[in-house]
Antibody, heavy 124, light 110 residues
């Protein structure tokens, strides 16, 4: 059974960067596609990007191109999402989610198991 | 800005059948698999349907999904109180080269 454990809530200042981690257990990162999705307060789900090990490619939503970086450390089975030049509109819950367990692995099949989310508040 | 359009709300009495639609285009629903997610207040989304109509282990068979052309739908047969939640459709978009979510539908019981 795969489990995703995310880093804790943070408060960051406008203009700064934040790096959220997602530790996988029960599977290895090389078996999974990893997605990052965020949800602003009272709003819907918004896909930010994802990595597909089968295609060895990282995909980013156009909205976040140049501001988001998704990386992985296969030695610790931990995925990371870093968002830079933060502004108040980036205040949201950030989720990591996998494909390859409940749903098929390739990135275009989407997400089957979700982490609990990490709250990022951007405030001066 | 969501690419997939859902009705903002849906409702039904306990035991009633509720259907949620998801409208897209040829670059997303028309050419890729659709997933459906349920999100209870304050919790992470959970997949209900993947690959248009497949239910993961543990999801009750009263949840069913279908797709036709550039639209998809989720049906909840026998609405229960615990089904009151937000529901989202999602699909890969070949033009955007990224994943897109629906606008979300809040299901409430009458």
């Amino acid at each position: 059974q795969v489990q995703l454990v995310q880093s804790g809530a943070v408060v960051v200042k406008p203009g700064a960067s934040v790096k959220v981690s997602c530790k996988i257990s029960g599977y290895t990162l090389t078996e999974l596609s990893i997605h990052w999705v965020r949800q602003a307060p009272g709003k819907g789900l918004e896909w930010m990007g994802g990595f597909d090990p089968g295609y060895d490619e990282t995909f980013y939503a156009q909205k976040f191109q140049g501001r988001v970086t998704i990386t992985e450390d296969t030695s610790t089975d931990t995925a990371y999402m870093e968002l830079s030049r933060l502004r108040s509109e980036d205040t949201a819950v950030y989720y990591c989610a996998t494909g390859g367990v409940v749903v098929p692995a390739p990135h275009f099949y989407g997400m089957g198991v979700w982490g609990p989310g990490t709250t990022v508040a951007v405030s001066s | 800005q969501s690419v997939l359009t859902q009705p903002p709300s849906a409702s039904g009495t306990p035991g009633q059948r509720v259907t949620i639609s998801c409208s897209g285009s040829s670059s997303n629903i028309g050419s890729n698999a659709v997933n459906w997610y349920r999100q209870l207040p304050g919790t992470a989304p959970k997949v209900l349907i993947y690959s248009n109509s497949q239910r993961p282990s543990g999801v009750p068979d009263r949840f069913s999904g279908s797709k036709s052309g550039t639209s998809a739908s989720l049906a909840i047969s026998g609405l229960q109180s615990e089904d009151e939640a937000d529901y989202y459709c999602a699909a890969w978009d070949d033009s955007l080269n990224g994943f897109v979510f629906g606008t979300g539908t809040k299901v409430t019981g009458l």
